[in-house]
């Protein structure tokens, strides 16, 4: 880059295209890109004339598509990049200057007919430009505050527990997303009395045989289960716990934080995955008393299963394989 500028983006499985906030976007924080300097000296290159617009959950971005140095190391650079610079926002806060998408390089699983109109992927783009080994990264993420990190390439196992078990889970294999049709849904644990399937819904592709279509996304702070079977879940999950006062008001579970919660369990390809309460609690009161669940429905025929389902493992994502 013509001036070397530091931007913290969020790892975001759940999309594709890199996004930085500009250093012309009023409605930015933190640090933001100057790209004219790259641009007088011919190392950038404007792609488009006029701005469009994108959506990212609840994130709604203005800008332009350019073409630049991208480095995510000072000795790791990928030149003519395809990236979309930031000029106008709402939704990204600090300490989040952009996106870095990690999605796969495939149509949508559910409109298969549909072109497969990918953006420029910038981890497969360190693959082919040979500055990691192979077109797969890994996260390791752990309770805010303590150290998570990401592995590009290769990935590194030095760091995990010796009485850990790798497993090969197979999701759906053509698809944009890291998605799969979740088996089952347990409370409290994966006793028989414990587990539940999904409800059969003959008008809709993303159920079959009692699997739910359900996208892993790391761009996600909740597990965001669709309004099909959202009210079925939370009052399963509330009847395990004890003497408590809860309430639903716009879009969230309003709970004591001091009560006990059971844990959740997501069957993906025959493995339970383990969602521990402390992952999905988050207090909104000073004095800590009362807490919201990161469970919250979503007006979609699917799940979005976000950062709670990742917390405490370490997960490898080969995009080829799944």
């Known amino acids: 880059m013509g001036k070397l500028t530091k931007m913290d983006v969020v790892y975001d ?49 203005e800008g332009k598509e ?63 430009n040979g500055i990691i ?25 030095s760091n995990i527990r010796e009485d850990a078990t790798l497993e090969v889970i197979q ?27 999904w409800e059969t819904l003959p008008d809709y592709t993303t159920e079959k045989d009692q699997a739910f279509y359900s996208v892993i996304d790391t761009g996600s702070t909740a597990l965001l289960i669709s309004a099909l079977y959202y009210e079925s879940l939370v009052l399963k999950m509330m009847d395990k716990v004890s003497n408590v006062e809860w309430s639903f008001q716009d879009g969230l579970v309003f709970t004591p934080c001091d009560a006990t919660y059971p844990n959740i369990y997501f069957m993906l390809n025959q493995y339970w995955i383990e969602v521990n309460p402390k992952d999905y609690l988050f207090p909104v009161t000073e004095d800590l008393t009362m807490c919201v669940f990161f469970i919250m429905p979503v007006d979609l025929p699917m799940n979005i299963l976000g950062m709670p389902l990742f917390v405490d493992y370490y997960t490898i994502h080969d995009p080829v394989q799944g």
């Open 13 to 61: 499985t759940g999309s594709d295209w890199l996004v930085v906030e500009g250093s012309d976007c009023s409605t930015c924080e933190g640090n933001t890109y100057d790209i004219s300097v790259s641009l007088d000296s011919g190392e950038a290159v404007a792609l488009a004339d006029q701005t469009s617009s994108r959506s990212y959950g609840s994130a709604e971005l």
């Open 66 to 128: 350019y073409t630049d140095t991208v480095c995510i190391l000072f000795t790791a650079c990928v030149e003519n990049f395809e990236f979309f610079l930031i000029e106008k926002q709402t939704g990204i806060n600090e300490p989040i200057d952009g996106i870095m998408g990690m999605s796969r390089n495939n149509p949508f699983h559910i409109s298969p007919g549909a072109p497969n109109t990918t953006g420029p992927l910038y981890v497969e783009h360190l693959a082919k």
């Open 133 to 157: 080994g192979e077109n797969l990264f890994s996260f390791y993420f752990t309770e805010p505050g303590t150290l998570s990190w990401v592995d590009l390439g290769e990935p590194d196992l």
């Open 171 to 197: 999701l759906v294999e053509d698809d944009f997303f890291w998605a799969d049709y979740v088996q089952g849904v347990a409370i409290g644990d994966t006793g028989p009395s414990n587990v539940y399937s």
